[in-house]
Nanobody
Framework: VQLQASGGGLVQSGDSRRLSCVAS????????VAWFRQAPGREREFQAA????????YYAESVKGRFIISRDNAKNTVYLQMNTLQPEDTAVYYC???????????????????WGQGTQVTVSS
């Protein structure tokens, strides 16, 4: 699976932004797809994921109620709608894909086999 993340940019505090992750290659709809972010000097941090099949959504506690993940299998695309953005949301955002037997592993970056190149989101105060 090849992943291409896009949609980042410079926004103001309180704004919304939608990121897209377009996949090509193997059957995209057989993979759980997640968004992670990494700020300078920090580890890569799980934000949200959506499973294949019924499309169960998982969220980090810090973004519940603000971020919404969705997928359109017909377009091989997963979206991350980010609302009420704050300066602390500034980071490079990555999408990743994997197949899981254990949902407990979904938030853990090292279980993901495929990664996109990242898209920068900068939130000004």
């Amino acid at each position: 699976v090849q992943l291409q993340a896009s949609g980042g940019g410079l926004v103001q505090s309180g704004d919304s932004r939608r990121l897209s992750c377009v996949a090509s290659g193997r059957a995209f709809n057989h993979y759980t797809v997640a968004w992670f972010r990494q700020a300078p000097g920090r580890e890569r941090e799980f934000q949200a994921a959506i499973s294949y099949g019924v499309g169960t959504a998982y969220y980090a506690e810090s973004v519940k109620g603000r971020f919404i993940i969705s997928r359109d299998n017909a377009k091989n695309t997963v979206y991350l709608q980010m609302n009420t953005l704050q300066p602390e949301d500034t980071a490079v955002y990555y999408c990743a894909a994997a197949r899981f037997l254990n949902d407990n592993h979904v938030p853990t970056a090292r279980y993901y086999n495929f990664w996109g190149q990242g898209t920068q989101v900068t939130v000004s105060s």
